[in-house]
DNA sequence: TTAGTCAAGTGGCGCC
DNA sequence: GGCGCCACTTGACTAA
């Protein structure tokens, strides 16, 4: 088999062997006496240890040849993704001292950097949905609270609570329990007896079902409640 | 046997 | 038109 020099067109097989040991002799002198395994390129001859020269391969050979996969040592792999955090993409002139660096040919360090730039995006997207599935259960709770709100203030119409004025200490007037048309708002407005001269409005304003998640959303991005209170003079 | 991993192939797209 | 990148796919390999 001929010596080429490095060509990116030539056929790139790869064979593990089990029982393999790395040493300075030619790796096919089949020592099968250890459990070790170690990827070989059948297109690199070993001209010294960890010396490997591309080879190509005869064009029957290549044409009849499976596809063998190609494993990356741990020091390869250790020195790929130590390049890879100080930077996610190689120039030319990076790739090709990688390369020469790994004993790697540059296509392959590029398709390193590809395929490690697409896990990346994966884990990134992966923990993005989990984020997501998170805020989504805590707007769902959310919004069950302010939907059990608003039934308890619906049912406060049916059977007005008894509220005593904080001034005279006697009993208030009934309340009204009013839904807004244009914002769908629902009020509550307690009026105070006709003697108690500083009459005390206090005034209730939930959301309803629709604008409940967008509005607890909102309240929980910016850090205030949804549920708050608000003079009766502020129209919707 | 099967699901998961990963190197490598392929085609499309944008940039110069 | 060549190049680099990306999304998608393929196929070898491994571990459960």
Not at 34 to 57: C, F, H, K, Y
Request: aromatic share 4%.
């Amino acid at each position: 088999m001929a010596v080429l020099p490095i060509c990116s067109s030539h056929l790139e097989l790869t064979i593990s062997v089990p029982g393999f040991a790395a040493s300075p002799s030619l790796p096919s002198s089949g020592d099968q006496g250890g459990s070790m395994v170690r990827d070989l390129d059948i297109n690199q001859v070993p001209v010294g240890e960890d010396e490997w020269i591309t080879a190509s391969m005869e064009d029957e050979e290549e044409a009849a040849a499976p596809r063998r996969k190609l494993r990356l040592t741990k020091e390869q792999s250790r020195l790929l993704e130590e390049s890879f955090r100080q930077n996610h993409t190689l120039n030319p002139k990076q790739k090709e001292a990688l390369a020469l660096q790994l004993k790697l040919r540059p296509r392959q360090v590029e398709v390193w950097f590809q395929n490690r730039r697409a896990r990346s995006k994966l884990k990134q997207t992966e923990m993005e949905c989990e984020y997501l599935k998170r805020w989504f259960g805590s707007l769902t709770e959310q919004n069950r609270k302010l939907q059990r709100e608003v039934e308890e203030l619906r049912a406060m119409k049916v059977a007005p609570p008894t509220v005593m004025s904080p001034h005279s200490c006697e009993p208030l007037l009934a309340s009204t329990l009013t839904m807004c048309p244009r914002c769908e708002r629902v009020t509550t407005t307690t009026t105070a007896a006709a003697h108690d001269k500083g009459s005390t409005k206090t005034t209730v304003v939930a959301t309803n079902t629709n604008t409940t998640t967008t509005a607890a959303a909102l309240s929980s991005k910016v850090g205030t409640s949804a549920l708050q209170s608000r003079p009766s003079s502020a129209a919707c």
